[in-house]
């Protein structure tokens, strides 16, 4: 699958901004679908996680109750709504595919390109 992502672009603190990652290519069901962040000097980590159709989603602590995953299943889209941005958001943003089944990990194999969020104080 080919991962698309958009809508990245500079904020201020405490606003909101939404996410896009459009998929092509093998069919988008089935894939659990995610996002995960690189800050400049810092490794990529996770943000969240959502399972096929979409009923299971985990997120990292340090988003947890200001971002939102969701998929539009018709759409082969995914969306991460991030709100009460802050400075420490900032990063490049990846969506991510994993094809196995919804369990205690979340490994993709594909990879879209990333979209820059930056968030100014």
């Known amino acids: 699958v080919q991962l698309q992502a958009s809508g990245g672009g500079l904020v201020r603190a405490e606003s909101s901004l939404r996410l896009s990652c459009a998929a092509s290519g093998r069919t988008f069901s089935r894939y659990s679908m995610g996002w995960f962040r690189q800050a400049p000097g810092k490794e990529r980590e996770f943000v969240a996680a959502i399972s096929w159709p979409g009923r299971r989603s985990r997120y990292a602590?340090?988003?947890?109750?200001?971002?939102?995953?969701?998929?539009?299943?018709?759409?082969?889209?995914?969306?991460?709504?991030?709100?009460?941005?802050?400075?420490e958001d900032t990063a490049i943003y990846y969506c991510a595919a994993d094809p196995r089944d919804w369990g205690t990990t979340f490994s993709p194999v594909s990879w879209g390109q990333g979209t820059l969020v930056t968030v100014s104080s």
């Open 61 to 87: 602590d340090s988003v947890k109750g200001r971002f939102t995953i969701s998929r539009d299943n018709v759409k082969n889209t995914v969306y991460l709504q991030m709100s009460s941005l802050k400075p």
